[in-house]
C-alpha cells in the first residue's frame, strides 16, 4: 500500500495518520545514547503530526523536515508480515528492506576490503547451488564430497565455500577471489 510512495502530513491516509494505533517497538535493549535519540525522533514525528511546522520541529529537535519525513515514510511502511513498521520506523538502522546488489561484483583493486556490499546475496542469486551445499555444510558438517569434517569452525566454512565457488567456475577477478579478506 505504500511501498514507493512519499507521504506527508497532508498527503498521509486517514487511517494511517493515527499514531497512537501503530505498533509499539520495544526500546528495553537500546542503551541511553539510542534511547535519547529514539525519544527526540518519535517527538518529533508527534509534533509533525500533530501540525507544528518544521521550522518549530527543527529549533526544538534538531531535526531538519527531510529527515521528519523519512521517519514517517519508515514508520508506516509496509513489511513483509503485510502490517505497518511502527515506530520502530525512527530507530537508528532502521530499514524497509534489506539492500539488494545492483551492480555486478567484479574486481575493483582500489578497494580490494570494501565496496562490496551484497555481494554474497549476488553469488548465492547467481550460483543457488553454492548456497545450499554451503547451508547443508553448516547443518550437518559434511563437506559437498561427503566427507564428515567434524565440527564447523569459521575458517573451515570459509575454506568450503571458497572450494564451492572454485568448482562453480569463478576466477581470480571473480568475487570472492578479488578481495584480500
Known amino acids: 500500500m505504500t511501498t514507493g510512495i512519499n ?3 497532508s498527503t498521509l491516509p486517514a487511517d494511517l ?3 497512537d494505533e501503530w505498533p509499539p517497538c520495544d526500546t528495553s535493549q537500546l542503551d541511553q545514547a539510542n534511547l535519547a535519540l529514539f525519544e527526540r525522533r518519535k517527538s518529533a514525528l508527534v509534533a509533525y503530526l500533530s501540525g507544528c511546522t518544521t521550522a518549530e520541529i527543527s529549533s526544538r529537535f534538531g531535526i531538519e523536515n527531510a529527515e521528519v519525513l523519512r521517519y ?3 514508520c508506516i511502511a509496509v513489511m513483509g508480515d503485510g ?3 511502527g515506530w520502530a520506523g525512527v530507530l537508528k538502522g532502521f530499514r524497509k528492506q534489506k539492500p539488494v546488489r545492483s551492480k555486478p561484483v567484479c574486481a575493483m583493486p582500489a578497494q580490494s576490503v570494501g565496496g562490496y556490499t551484497g555481494a554474497l546475496s549476488a553469488l548465492f542469486s547467481s550460483h543457488p547451488d553454492v548456497q545450499m551445499a554451503l547451508e547443508k555444510y553448516l547443518a550437518t558438517g559434511i563437506a ?4 564428515k569434517k ?3 569452525s569459521k575458517k573451515r566454512a570459509h575454506q568450503e565455500f571458497l572450494e564451492l ?3 562453480v567456475g569463478l576466477g581470480k577477478n571473480s568475487w570472492p577471489f578479488c578481495v584480500d579478506r
Open 83 to 85: 502490517r505497518i513498521a
Open 17 to 19: 495518520a493515527n499514531y
Open 7 to 9: 507521504f506527508n502530513r
Open 144 to 147: 559437498p564430497d561427503g566427507v
Open 72 to 74: 514517517l515514510n519508515r
Open 150 to 152: 567434524g565440527r564447523v
Open 165 to 167: 565457488c572454485r568448482r
